[in-house]
């Protein structure tokens, strides 16, 4: 009796316990597919530094490979202060056209994206942003003489329109609110973010909070206010970001980022190391840097025509200090031009007609504008010849405070290289030596010694055209050196032997040694 009611309890037991089990079953093999997502591949495009036609076209190309290795989702991580507005505009075009190749595309702001960096992240499908990281402030001003200066409305329509206009369609595409592109790009408009009693929110101006107060409307309170002043450009921190909704929110680090979106990092592509050394050639310490090359370079290449190690020197540093600009969009052929037109000017002073000091001011005049053109870019839609954008303005000060610092840097090292140049070997063979070899007697001695004297006989080192380079001795070297020379009118070819019928200061005048 007992044992049979024992197998009794048993098996009721049993028959409660198997369905519990069987259920817990069910809910393992249902939930399991959605605890282990499957992750799906995306990439990372970097964009850092200044924005120029050189990171356009990187960008592009990267982003590119990113799509070609089957990314379907970018992040687009970003980090500037901005750059050229016209290559900005091109990026922001590249990829709102990525919705046709079916790539969405996340904009991560790691630290900040301001003025072409805020156009930039605008453009992409969504924001997200680390924390504290900040974003806006896209408006062309035009500076004067240091200060904030009001442009003529149809000036400043000019200048914003294509801005605005980018920044708007922006907006529309990705559904955040036209009055934050606005409050960017246009001063004068002031950000409210409010709330009614049943918890909807909006963002208004301080017109539409007046309207809105009356139903009983308010400021959110844990959003300061105003967000933005009538008065200045919207330039918002991740966090107030967040909470008006430009934002989808904060992560630390991309890592973070692709985890919440369940994505899954396949390849980061960041500029290459030929991209970097570009951007830093562009940089104002070594177009500093450069500009002191060339002047040096060329004074000597001048003083001692001939030797092909000043000259090439002076040739490689005038090529980066113009190719440059050139490639990264700061500059055109117009700069170009002005710069060898001064050049020619320049040498027509010191070779063919010297002392009249018309051609060498003027070229001197043409080379410094357009190496200080150089550092301005072009506008999106400037209102004349002159700039007028932030940008521009601060990038010509830029250009005339590196110019004029490079011109002092490379007149103080010219004196100083005169003192210590005559005891190095090989620079000794291009200045003039007294005997004994004594430099600290050459400024005594510079103003009495003229050579190559009138009636010496030397011989052609290039084809002269009128001008070129012969070669003369020197007794005070015991030694042959090469000199700027020309003739009378006459062409003589390389190697014909050469008197000297002038010198007089740098022009050295020749005549064939038959004639």
Known sequence: ?????????????????????????????VSSPTTDI???????????????????????????????AGAKTVIVEI????????????????????????????AFVRDKAISAGAMIAFACDEIVMQPHAQIGDCAPIMYRYGSVDAMPPTERAKAESPVLADFLDSAQRNKHDPKLAEAMVVLGHSIRFVENTAGERRIVNDDGFK?????????????????????KLLTIH????????????????REALAKARHLRIADTFEPTLGEEILGWLGTTIARLILLVIFILSLKIALSAPGHGAPEA??????????????????????????????????AFEIFIFPGHFVSGIAGILMIVVGLIMTFAGNEPSGPGVLPNMNGTIAAMQRGLLVVTLGMVCSLILWFWLSKYLPKIPYFNQMMLMP???????????GADIVWPLVGQTGKAMTDLKPGGSAEFRDETMNDSRPVSVVTEGAFLRAGTDVTVTESRGSRVVVKAANA
Request: proline content about 4%; cysteine-free; aromatic content about 6%.
């Open 1 to 29: 009796m007992i044992r049979s009611r024992s197998i009794g309890i048993a098996i009721a037991l049993l028959s409660l316990l198997l369905p519990s089990a069987a259920a817990r079953a069910d809910i393992s093999s």
């Open 38 to 68: 499957a992750m799906q591949p995306a990439a990372v495009v970097v964009i850092s530094g200044t924005i120029d036609d050189v990171e356009r076209d990187s960008f592009m190309r990267r982003f590119a490979k990113a799509r070609a």
């Open 79 to 106: 980090d500037t202060y901005g750059g050229l507005v016209t290559s900005a505009l091109e990026m922001s075009r590249y990829i709102k056209r990525q919705d046709k190749e079916g790539v969405r595309t996340i």
């Open 211 to 231: 309207l809105l107060a009356a139903d009983g409307w308010k400021v959110v309170g844990s959003v300061i206010d105003p967000i933005n002043a009538a008065d």
């Open 238 to 253: 991740s966090a107030t970001a967040s909470a008006i909704g430009l934002s989808s929110g904060e992560f630390g680090s």
């Open 313 to 346: 020197v002076a040739l490689v540093s005038l090529s980066l200090l113009l190719g440059i600009p050139l490639l990264t969009g700061y500059a055109s052929w117009l700069e170009v031009t002005i710069i060898f037109l001064g050049l020619a000017l320049l």
């Open 435 to 445: 005997p004994g070899g004594d430099p600290t007697m050459m400024g005594a001695l």
